[in-house]
């Protein structure tokens, strides 16, 4: 029997794989059985979140007692169409790149261990804007917990590797290592585990850095021998700007948004300048919701000038909005 689950279970769902503490967790994970439809098809369904929720009110008291004298998470707000996390090993060039890609001004220098708290910035995409978060190193010995938040919560992550030292691919293979230990780890999609709680895999672009160096090329091929990985790869340099462009491109694609400009009612234009930005599949409602409950409360009716409908046809709620709509909301 097919589960049949809402798009309300989804979202929790998606905010369930992006918790970053287990109180956190269990709030997704009691939404999750409060949205499950609630027949024989679901069963099985519903008795694993019971195994969850338990678990992780068991992380819970966990959480608390450690917390003492513990450091407090770090975290960054979200901004923009989407959040893109920076990893690599010590010198892979992280910084150079949210230098290059945003007006953020990182420390960038020829030593290692030089980023020591998470920097954010703004990477423009036409008339949006993406979230970059430049990272310290992780290595072996050199991973804070918070940098785990940090990633489960990312859309995307780049992971980036030095081809301007022969230490490069084995720092790669290092930091993969150290993920693997933990609940948070890279995969060619997001998803979260089913059977293993709490376990979250994040999105990620592999990007060899420096492309420019002596001896990259070489190294580029030893690290595709050596760790044949199925993920999208996007050879660059950082520091002369080869391959950033289509970088940039699948960065903000890899989103998975729509922008859509909102109009008043009784003004002649819309606001072009500053596009929202939804995910694919959104409604006219869930753009109405951004802007204020209020609104998606009181909406009647949009009007919307666009390539799927004739320009200013008002339609209802359910709308599924297309890239560059432009959209009046009449409450
Ligand atoms: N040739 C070359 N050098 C680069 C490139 N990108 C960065 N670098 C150099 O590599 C060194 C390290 O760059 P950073 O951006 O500080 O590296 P990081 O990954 O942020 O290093 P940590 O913060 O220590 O983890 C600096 O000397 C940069 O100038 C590149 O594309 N080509
Ligand atoms: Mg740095």
Redesign the pocket.
């Known amino acids: 029997m097919p589960a049949n689950l809402t798009p309300s279970y989804h979202k929790a769902e998606e905010e369930y794989r992006r918790a970053q503490t287990a109180e956190e967790e269990l709030r997704c994970l009691q939404l999750m059985l409060a949205e499950m439809p609630k027949h024989k098809g679901t069963d099985h369904l519903q008795a694993d979140l019971k195994t969850k929720i338990a678990q992780a009110k068991k992380d819970m008291a966990v959480e608390k007692s450690s917390k003492k004298g513990g450091r407090p998470g770090v975290r960054i707000p979200r901004q923009g169409a989407g959040t893109v996390v920076?990893l690599?090993?010590?010198?892979?060039?992280?910084?150079?790149?949210?230098?290059?890609m945003t007006r953020a001004t990182?420390?960038?220098?020829?030593?290692?261990?030089?980023?020591?708290t998470p920097m954010p910035g703004m990477m423009p995409w036409q008339d949006v804007f993406v979230q970059l978060i430049?990272?310290?190193?992780i290595t072996k010995d050199f991973f804070e917990s918070y940098v785990q938040g940090i990633i489960r919560s990312a859309d995307l992550a780049l992971l980036?590797i030095?081809?301007?030292d022969d230490a490069g691919v084995e720092q790669c293979q290092e930091l993969l290592e150290r993920l693997q230990t933990t609940k948070t780890r890279l995969a060619s999609e997001s998803y979260l585990d089913e059977d293993d709680v709490g376990l979250s895999y994040t999105r990620t672009f592999v990007v060899p850095?420096?492309?420019?160096?002596d001896g990259?090329a070489d190294r580029l091929e030893l690290f595709h021998e050596l760790m044949p990985l199925d993920w999208r790869e996007f050879v660059?340099?950082?520091?002369?700007g080869?391959g950033i462009e289509p970088l940039r491109d699948a960065i903000y694609h890899s989103l998975d948004v729509v922008r859509v400009y909102s109009k008043m009612p009784k003004a002649k234009q819309a606001d072009m300048d500053k596009p929202f930005t939804l995910r694919v599949g959104s409604t006219m409602v869930d753009l109405a919701n951004e802007i204020h409950k209020d609104i998606a409360a009181s909406l009647k009716f949009g009007r919307v000038w666009g390539e799927a409908v004739h320009d200013g046809t008002p339609m209802k709620g359910d709308y599924v909005l297309h890239d560059k709509d432009i959209v009046e909301l009449n409450v």
Not at 89 to 99: T, V
Not at 106 to 116: D, I, L, M, N
Not at 209 to 213: G, L, T, V
Request: glycine letters at 8%; proline letters at 11%.
């Open positions: 920076i690599g090993g010590p010198n892979a060039g992280k910084s150079q790149f949210l230098k290059t990182p420390e960038v220098a020829a030593y290692p261990f030089t980023t020591t430049d990272m310290p190193p980036m030095d081809l301007g850095n420096k492309i420019d160096a990259a660059i340099s950082a520091a002369d080869t």
